[in-house]
C-alpha cells in the first residue's frame, strides 16, 4: 500500500486482517483446532467489514457445540 495515501483506515485494517486470515487457512502447516478458530474469526471479521461499508447488520455467527 502506498505511503502518501495518508494513515490506514479501519476499514484497511480489517481487509489486511482478512487476507491475512485467509493466508493461514491455505497454509497446509495448521491445525484442525486452528483451521476451525481462523473460520469464525474470517467470518466475524468479514461481518464487522461489511457493517461498516454500511451493509446488513453483522450476523451472529452459529457455534456449535463444543
Known sequence: MP???GPRTKEDRL???IQNIRRRLVS???SEDERQR???RLETTEAELGALQGRRR???PIHEPA
Do not use: F, W
Open 3 to 5: 505511503m502518501d495515501l
Open 15 to 17: 481487509r489486511i486482517k
Open 28 to 30: 497446509s502447516a495448521i
Open 38 to 40: 481462523a473460520k469464525r
Open 58 to 60: 453483522p450476523r451472529t
